[in-house]
T-cell receptor, first 113, second 111 residues
Framework: ETGVTQTPRHLVMGMTNKKSLKCEQHLGHNAMYWYKQSAKKPLELMFVYSLEERVENNSVPSRFSPECPNSSHLFLHLHTLQPEDSALYLC????????????FGPGTRLTVL | GENVEQHPSTLSVQEGDSAVIKCTYSDSASNYFPWYKQELGKRPQLIIDIRSNVGEKKDQRIAVTLNKTAKHFSLHITETQPEDSAVYFCAASSNDYKLSFGAGTTVTVRA
């Protein structure tokens, strides 16, 4: 695998379920990001990690919990989500925080019933 | 926080014609302005970016202009081709990594 990969690609969950999204980057980057992409809305930055430390938490509800165990892996743990949380969740990485292109993964299409 | 407005939301052009997408931003401290292209069902990819110390940047058929005084920047695509059909997102940032995106422009190139 090359670039940024995400699993699963599709996820359907009930409001009482707990699930996790996984992102892995094979680029040797030090920064990783979670974005939410909803139809007809701008991409929303959720979290930023640099060298496994969270540097940005963009007023995201606590039902979304990120985890970055190392610079290659990023998780988004989900619990008690709402139907309005249904969206495409994109992971991205960059070499560092300063002045670098962000490389996106293919996304996880999440549907909350 | 930063607010980025993008227009138009949809754009249809004849193959060979030019396409222009405009964005405005609110934070005068913003100094980094990337443009991403997202083809249907695919991931966003950076196509060009510009920093506030430059007024214009070109890369083959793509160019970006920046007017810091007016706080707006534009993407220009010349000699459009069918493969240019996609959603284009502008973004602005004052610290390089915290990108605020526009809502996107769906570009359709008619053959």
């Amino acid at each position: 695998e090359t670039g940024v990969t995400q699993t699963p690609r599709h996820l359907v969950m009930g409001m009482t379920n707990k699930k996790s999204l996984k992102c892995e980057q094979h680029l040797g980057h030090n920064a990783m990001y979670w974005y939410k992409q909803s139809a007809k809305k701008p991409l929303e930055l959720m979290f930023v990690y640099s060298l496994e430390e969270r540097v940005e938490n963009n007023s995201v509800p606590s039902r979304f919990s990120p985890e970055c165990p190392n610079s290659s892996h990023l998780f988004l743990h989900l619990h008690t989500l709402q139907p309005e949380d249904s969206a495409l969740y994109l992971c991205a990485s960059s070499p560092g925080l300063a002045g670098n292109e962000q490389f996106f993964g293919p996304g996880t299409r999440l549907t909350v019933l | 926080g930063e607010n980025v407005e993008q227009h138009p939301s949809t754009l249809s052009v004849q193959e060979g014609d030019s396409a222009v997408i405009k964005c405005t931003y609110s934070d005068s401290a913003s100094n980094y302005f990337p443009w991403y292209k997202q083809e249907l069902g695919k991931r966003p990819q950076l196509i060009i970016d510009i920093r506030s110390n430059v007024g214009e940047k070109k890369d083959q058929r793509i160019a970006v202009t920046l007017n810091k005084t007016a706080k707006h920047f534009s993407l220009h695509i010349t000699e459009t081709q069918p493969e240019d059909s996609a959603v284009y997102f502008c973004a602005a940032s004052s610290n390089d990594y915290k990108l605020s995106f526009g809502a996107g422009t769906t570009v359709t190139v008619r053959a």
